[in-house]
């Protein structure tokens, strides 16, 4: 088979224009957005297979946006430490790399640019399942002539073979089982036939620390010591995870005070470690079978739900996109006295009555990593705090999205949805004040479940959490 009917066929991949390469083009260009890595990536190797075709070198463009919401010295200091692992790594692989800086609405037009410089013979661009289905289709512009390949290369069942949003993971899940022995192979790294060596280099910035002190950035939320960016760290941590936590994982993750899950999420978030690396070394370690399921539940099925969510439903980042049974339960309640009821400024800051919520609030400003547990019952009580449903919803995205390494991600929506408006839950008796029938999560019931003492202990110590404290 040749190559279109090939990629026609595979459903990573999706194209307008399934045409030859340009026979004028002098390159491949991938157009990197949120698989930032060389190791595993099925957009890169899409590119790589296109070039060595017509023996044409492959060429990595990512456009730097520092004026994005959220934009914080905590997240590009992590994202360009990723990126430099990965400049490194792709000129290791004899491919280039390229990144500009880009103004907030002008991507397309920085990329097309690009594009008339190196004289592109087609393009490849990873899906980013936050935005549109069709997103992608914004790069057509700058290739006329050229094929465009869009390549979901950041999940391991792709989006478009399940279809449509899923209402749980009860549902999902056969779905996924049915086609997972197909798409959970090795993606593989090619050699490429010709390697990147213009005869006059474009200009390119250098992922390093300098240009990190340049960049127009929220200073005020400040880089963490805790976790180094880059497929490098995150191999090391999937080995130091797979040998010391997954053998008690089914256990030990729900214990916050013991860090016993992999702390692969912000990895995960910036697509610097594929997940069929993870779920596929997973799979072959030498570990309980209770735990690789335990541990393959949550990457394979949890996340990709999560996906599922992102990508079908416009609404996932609000309350809006949760089911119509939950809206009229919160519906029936929304006029519940609310005490205490706190302002989002005295939540940042760790400030309220209930030590554990503020140890988990502590932990994500200070750590910029909350683990799973805390993190239900963290959303749960702001929606009991807040004036209503819609606030809390909100709320928690934003805080969310500030301070998680991880924030900004389909998980991020999917498990606030879930705290807040029932989302993948079902409805949960006995009724109650503000939650209605959303299932509930009490202090003393949580606490209770691991040793919350050592955890609030953790992180009670310290400056004070909240703006003032921030780096
Ligand atoms: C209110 C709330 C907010 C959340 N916000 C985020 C977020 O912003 N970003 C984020 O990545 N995750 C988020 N999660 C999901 C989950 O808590 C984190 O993915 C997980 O705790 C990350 O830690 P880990 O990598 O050690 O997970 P592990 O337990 O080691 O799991 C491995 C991977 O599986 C996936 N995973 C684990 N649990 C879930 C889950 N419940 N739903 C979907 N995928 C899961 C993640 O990709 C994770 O990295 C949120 C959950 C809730 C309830």
Same mark, same amino acid.
């Given at each position: 088979? !040749?190559?279109?009917?090939?990629? &026609? $066929? #595979?459903?990573?991949? @999706?194209?307008?224009? +399934? /045409? =030859?390469?340009? *026979?004028?083009?002098?390159?491949?260009?991938?157009?990197?957005?949120?698989?930032?890595?060389?190791?595993?990536?099925?957009?890169?190797?899409?590119?790589?297979?296109?070039a060595n075709q017509i023996a044409q070198p492959v060429v990595v463009y990512?456009?730097?946006?520092?004026q994005v919401a959220h934009a914080s010295l905590r997240h590009f200091a992590?994202?360009?430490?990723?990126?430099?692992?990965?400049?490194?790594?792709?000129?290791?692989?004899?491919?280039?790399?390229?990144?500009?800086?880009?103004?907030?609405?002008?991507?397309?037009?920085?990329?097309?640019?690009?594009?008339?410089?190196?004289?592109?013979?087609?393009?490849?661009? !990873?899906?980013?399942?936050?935005? &549109? $289905? #069709?997103?992608?289709? @914004?790069?057509?512009? +700058? /290739? =006329?002539?050229? *094929?465009?390949?869009?390549?979901?290369?950041?999940?391991?069942?792709?989006?478009?073979?399940?279809?449509?949003?899923?209402?749980?993971?009860?549902?999902?899940?056969?779905?996924?089982?049915?086609?997972?022995?197909?798409?959970?192979?090795?993606?593989?790294?090619?050699?490429?036939?010709?390697?990147?060596?213009?005869?006059?280099?474009?200009?390119?910035?250098?992922?390093?620390?300098?240009?990190?002190?340049?960049?127009?950035?929220?200073?005020?939320?400040?880089?963490?010591?805790?976790?180094?960016?880059?497929?490098?760290e995150a191999l090391a941590r999937l080995g130091r995870f797979i040998a010391?936590?997954?053998?008690?994982?089914?256990?030990?993750?729900?214990?916050?005070?013991?860090?016993?899950?992999?702390?692969?999420?912000?990895?995960?978030?910036?697509?610097?470690?594929?997940?069929?690396?993870?779920?596929?070394?997973?799979?072959?370690?030498?570990?309980?079978?209770?735990?690789?399921?335990?541990?393959?539940?949550?990457?394979?099925?949890?996340?990709?739900?999560?996906?599922?969510?992102?990508?079908?439903?416009?609404?996932?980042?609000?309350?809006?996109?949760?089911?119509?049974?939950?809206?009229?339960?919160?519906?029936?309640?929304?006029?519940?006295?609310?005490?205490?009821?706190?302002?989002?400024?005295?939540?940042?800051?760790?400030?309220?009555?209930?030590?554990?919520?503020?140890?988990?609030?502590?932990?994500?400003?200070?750590?910029?990593?909350?683990?799973?547990?805390?993190?239900?019952?963290?959303?749960?009580?702001?929606?009991?705090?807040?004036?209503?449903?819609?606030?809390?919803?909100?709320?928690?995205?934003?805080?969310?999205?500030?301070?998680?390494?991880?924030?900004?991600?389909?998980?991020?929506?999917?498990?606030?949805?879930?705290?807040?408006?029932?989302?993948?839950?079902?409805?949960?008796?006995?009724?109650?004040?503000?939650?209605?029938?959303?299932?509930?999560?009490?202090?003393?019931?949580?606490?209770?479940?691991?040793?919350?003492?050592?955890?609030?202990?953790?992180?009670?110590?310290?400056?004070?959490?909240?703006?003032?404290?921030?780096?």
């Amino acid at each position: 088979m !040749d190559l279109i009917a090939q990629f &026609a $066929a #595979d459903p990573r991949l @999706a194209t307008d224009r +399934a /045409a =030859p390469p340009d *026979p004028a083009g002098r390159c491949v260009v991938y157009w990197m957005r949120s698989a930032q890595r060389a190791l595993d990536n099925p957009a890169l190797e899409t590119a790589i297979a296109i070039a060595n075709q017509i023996a044409q070198p492959v060429v990595v463009y990512f456009g730097l946006r520092p004026q994005v919401a959220h934009a914080s010295l905590r997240h590009f200091a992590f994202m360009l430490e990723g990126l430099a692992d990965t400049a490194a790594r792709l000129v290791h692989r004899k491919i280039g790399f390229v990144m500009r800086l880009v103004d907030r609405d002008r991507a397309a037009d920085e990329f097309a640019r690009f594009c008339a410089e190196v004289r592109q013979a087609a393009i490849v661009v !990873d899906r980013t399942p936050l935005r &549109a $289905a #069709d997103g992608w289709r @914004a790069v057509i512009p +700058a /290739a =006329p002539g050229a *094929p465009v390949w869009c390549v979901d290369a950041n999940v391991i069942v792709p989006i478009a073979v399940i279809g449509r949003e899923h209402y749980a993971a009860r549902t999902i899940r056969p779905r996924m089982a049915a086609v997972l022995e197909r798409f959970l192979v090795p993606v593989g790294n090619r050699r490429v036939r010709v390697a990147w060596a213009p005869a006059r280099a474009p200009a390119t910035l250098e992922p390093s620390r300098e240009l990190l002190a340049a960049l127009p950035l929220d200073r005020s939320v400040g880089a963490v010591s805790g976790f180094r960016g880059g497929t490098t760290e995150a191999l090391a941590r999937l080995g130091r995870f797979i040998a010391q936590r997954l053998p008690d994982y089914a256990t030990a993750r729900n214990a916050p005070d013991q860090d016993g899950t992999s702390q692969l999420s912000p990895y995960l978030h910036y697509g610097q470690i594929a997940p069929h690396t993870i779920a596929l070394a997973v799979r072959d370690a030498a570990a309980p079978a209770q735990d690789i399921r335990a541990f393959s539940e949550e990457l394979i099925v949890r996340r990709e739900l999560a996906i599922n969510f992102a990508a079908w439903n416009p609404r996932h980042a609000t309350l809006d996109g949760c089911e119509p049974w939950a809206l009229r339960t919160l519906a029936r309640h929304a006029r519940d006295r609310r005490a205490p009821l706190y302002r989002e400024r005295e939540l940042e800051n760790a400030a309220t009555h209930d030590p554990l919520w503020n140890a988990a609030q502590r932990q994500m400003i200070e750590a910029g990593w909350m683990h799973g547990y805390p993190r239900m019952y963290w959303a749960k009580k702001i929606l009991e705090w807040s004036r209503s449903a819609r606030a809390a919803f909100a709320v928690a995205v934003r805080l969310n999205d500030r301070y998680e390494l991880d924030g900004r991600d389909p998980n991020g929506y999917a498990g606030i949805a879930w705290a807040i408006g029932g989302k993948h839950d079902r409805a949960w008796g006995p009724e109650r004040p503000i939650y209605g029938t959303i299932r509930y999560m009490s202090a003393a019931r949580t606490g209770r479940k691991f040793n919350s003492r050592a955890y609030i202990a953790r992180w009670s110590d310290g400056p004070p959490a909240g703006p003032r404290a921030r780096r």
